[in-house]
């Protein structure tokens, strides 16, 4: 029997059979543990009816720097690419999210831990700018253990390359939704991670800079139960809100229709052009001056009434001063 058939929770013990586990978006039916899903099953789970489509992103050097370790860098992504089938560790679709255009990327953590690298960047600020053409929200599920290493400083300039992208999106005024799944660790969090116009982490998931054991080794000291975990960041102001995998997709509908029409009620208002019937009224909103009346002009054209000139003449003074 291959060994793959079963997966067993991390918390509970529990061994699930892999379809049911599949059928159950990769969340343990007892424990509500939220195990690691790929990035292709992600989107299917996401947009409308499963479709989507892939949005191509550009080809980049493949090992810029000649990096070797105990593999060459190059076979490692060779390896990357078998285990996957993706061609780096980000994926982008485009599709409807109940009928609303969207334009959703997933971090897949089995491609070399998520870790951001020149393609990566490169994908992400692509779905940026075609979410800005074709004026769409921008949906970003993240797992990742940081920057690729094997790509040194250039991995590191994704980080404010990513960051100027994430501007064109504001610059746009189009919705940023940022997804921290687990684990959201290193640079990705210093970058694009947390600068989401609403942040949502699922159950559990590890988010944060350095590691909970570096940061001990660090501070020498104990860390409080939960450190670093959705739950504890949301007590703490760090996130807006924890969502079950099971609800996150109404959730994100929900957000992304009220962002998309209320900027559309916006700008229609900043746009409005009252027409007025035959002997109807026209209500004048506060921020819209409508044109003066033929009565109004010959008024302020008159000049002003004999008794309003007595009404403004100086008053004689009751006691005069001597």
Same mark, same amino acid.
Request: with cysteine; proline share 6%; charged share 20%.
């Given at each position: ?15 699930v059979f892999?379809?049911d ?9 007892g ?5 690691r899903?790929?990035?292709e099953?992600?989107?299917? /789970?996401?947009?409308?009816?499963g479709?989507?489509?892939v949005?191509p992103?550009?080809?980049?050097p493949a090992?810029?720097l000649?990096?070797?370790d ?14 996957? =089938? ?8 485009? =599709? ?5 255009s969207?334009?959703?990327?997933v971090q897949d953590?089995?491609f070399m ?9 490169e994908?992400i600020?692509t779905?940026?700018?075609k979410?800005v ?7 970003? #599920? ?6 690729r ?13 990513? %960051? ?13 939704i940022?997804?921290? %799944?687990?684990?959201? %660790? ?11 116009d609403?942040?949502?982490?699922e159950?559990?998931?590890l988010?944060? #800079? ?8 660090t ?5 409080? &139960?939960?450190f670093?975990?959705?739950?504890y960041?949301?007590?703490? =102001?760090?996130?807006d809100m924890v969502?079950h ?6 959730t994100?509908?929900r957000l992304? /229709? ?20 035959p002997?109807?009224?026209?209500s004048?909103?506060p ?8 009565e ?6 008159s000049?002003?009434?004999?008794? &309003?000139?007595a009404? &403004?003449?100086p008053?004689?003074l009751?006691?005069p001063?001597?």
């Open positions: 029997m291959p060994e793959n058939l079963w997966v067993k929770c991390p918390e509970t013990g529990q061994m892999h379809k586990l599949e059928a159950n978006q990769f969340v343990m039916p424990s509500g543990y939220h195990m899903i790929g990035a099953a992600r989107l299917k /789970s996401f947009f409308d009816g479709k989507f489509e949005a992103a550009p080809e980049v090992d810029p000649k990096f070797r105990e593999k060459r860098y190059t076979d490692r992504i060779k390896e990357a690419r078998a285990k996957t =089938g993706m061609q780096d560790a980000l994926l982008t679709g485009l =599709g409807t999210v109940d009928g609303l969207v334009v959703a990327a953590f089995a831990g998520g870790s951001l690298g020149m393609a990566a960047g994908a600020i779905g940026m700018l979410a053409e074709l004026k769409t929200p921008y949906i970003l #599920f993240v797992s990742s253990g940081g920057a290493m094997q790509e040194g400083i250039l991995s590191l300039m994704q980080m404010p390359r990513t %960051t100027v992208g994430v501007q064109r999106l504001r610059d746009a005024k189009l919705p940023y940022v997804v921290l %799944t687990n684990p959201t %660790t290193g640079g990705v969090t210093a970058s694009y991670a947390m600068l989401g609403i942040h949502i982490a159950p559990g998931a988010i944060g #800079f350095a590691g909970p054991r570096v940061i001990e080794q501070i020498r000291e104990k860390l409080p &139960d939960g670093q975990r959705s739950e960041l949301l007590e703490h =102001g760090m996130i969502v995998r099971h609800d996150l997709r109404d994100l509908s992304c /229709s009220l962002l998309v029409t209320g900027r559309k009620h916006h700008a229609g208002m900043n746009n409005v052009k009252q027409k007025k019937k002997g109807a009224k026209v004048a909103s921020d819209i001056k409508l044109p003066a009346t033929a109004q002009i010959a008024a302020s054209n000049g002003p009434k004999p008794e &309003d000139a009404e &403004d003449a008053q004689p009751a006691n001063p001597s």
